[in-house]
């Protein structure tokens, strides 16, 4: 594999890295999080304006057709910024799911919402009984008319308290566990029998439990059939939060690098001392290592074939969950006492690492799934 950006992808990672910088820093963050919805309206605007709403949207529905290794690009600046926006939910999962199950009417009017910054999505997938099965799917959908009624409860809902429309998997046929009968289905989150409880997740995020009684619903797509798309978009997922690890855990090693040489004890700083100085490079090591398994997983997260899609993005998994164990662990140690305090945002990082390798699949579940497959391909 060619893991060199062409000139097009380095202009996109210049510019999105120049636009986080000058609007997040640790502080800003601060204020954004206090926000209604948990982040900045005015940034998502400034998302749109600067077109990384439009990334993975085809020409003709408005986007610029951009591919896995631009999302992964924009992701890993995001990442550095501790970012707060709902895009993984939005346009890395709800843009799968568009390209891959949606109509043609469908895609194109949804496209141009989210494109504009007019539309945000949430994916309610996540059942409280399934853990990471994601053929799990207990809620059912029942036809009524030209459309469906869901009955059922969704838990980890990413920013499903500020989404404008929820995307809902349900099953009109087979047992809980069955591949085929689930499909895919447009919810108005303000509609009768729709019931969100938004909550603060531990990384400074926000997720919601969603409960649906009868709740009005539109087929995503021409039929319920659509456990190959959700794979699909659990697999550009899991490559963009790789993405966002790889980003969160460089800038994680600037600040601790930083740290000790700003740091004095005994009369000098404490990055003069050989020991400090071999953790740190053993800290480089990990981020050399995350970051070429994350280019692995972001440029075969649309591979073809869903075994060797899936043998890719849980290898990347695996290596950026023990990545950010060793290089977050480090990290703190390394700043002792204060790196545990909430008015250092290194500790912040932590937080985001730990969560993010525990969605989609922690490092656990991805290491079974690779021996499911025989391990890496030879």
Not at 87 to 108: D, E, F, H, K, M
Not at 147 to 159: I, N, P, S
Not at 177 to 184: F, K, N, P, S, W
């Amino acid at each position: 594999m060619d893991f060199e950006l062409s000139e097009e992808q380095q202009l996109l990672k210049d510019m999105v890295g120049r636009f986080m910088q000058d609007r997040y820093d640790f502080e800003k963050r601060k204020k954004y999080m206090a926000e209604p919805g948990g982040f900045s309206e005015e940034i998502w605007a400034a998302y749109a304006e600067q077109g990384l709403l439009a990334v993975p949207f085809a020409e003709e529905d408005g986007g610029i057709g951009g591919g896995p290794v631009d999302l992964m690009i924009v992701m890993e600046e995001m990442g550095k910024a501790l970012a707060l926006e709902p895009y993984l939910s939005t346009v890395v999962i709800g843009g799968s799911i568009l390209r891959t199950t949606a109509t043609p009417a469908q895609r194109s009017a949804l496209a141009e919402e989210i494109i504009g910054g007019a539309c945000k999505l949430a994916f309610a997938h996540s059942e409280p009984k399934a853990r990471y099965e994601l053929a799990h799917v207990e809620t059912k959908a029942a036809k009524s008319g030209d459309g469906y009624t869901l009955d059922g409860a969704k838990t980890l809902v990413m920013y499903g308290g500020v989404a404008d429309k929820l995307i809902v998997s349900a099953r009109v046929s087979g047992a809980t566990t069955d591949e085929a009968g689930v499909g895919l289905f447009l919810v108005d989150p303000k509609a009768d029998g729709v019931a969100i409880r938004d909550y603060p997740t531990q990384d400074g995020l926000r997720a919601a439990e969603v409960t649906l009684t009868g709740a009005a619903a539109e087929l995503l797509g021409d039929t319920p059939d659509s456990m190959a798309a959700i794979r699909q978009a659990s697999d550009e997922a899991i490559a963009a939060l790789c993405a966002e690890a790889a980003g969160a855990l460089g800038k994680s090693l600037d600040l601790t690098v930083q740290y000790i040489k700003d740091r004095e004890q005994f009369g000098r700083a404490i990055g003069s001392f050989q020991g400090l100085q071999f953790q740190a490079s053993e800290m480089f090591v990990e981020l050399e290592l995350a970051r070429s398994m994350m280019m692995y997983g972001a440029m075969a997260s649309r591979d073809a074939d869903p075994v060797e899609r899936s043998r890719a993005v849980s290898a990347a998994k695996v290596q950026l969950g023990r990545s950010a164990k060793q290089l977050g662990e480090k990290s703190i140690q390394l700043h002792g006492g204060v790196g545990m305090t909430m008015e250092y945002s290194i500790g912040h990082y932590f937080k985001r690492l730990s969560i993010i390798d525990r969605t989609f699949g922690d490092t656990d579940h991805h290491l079974a799934q690779l021996d499911a497959v025989g391990g890496m391909a030879a």
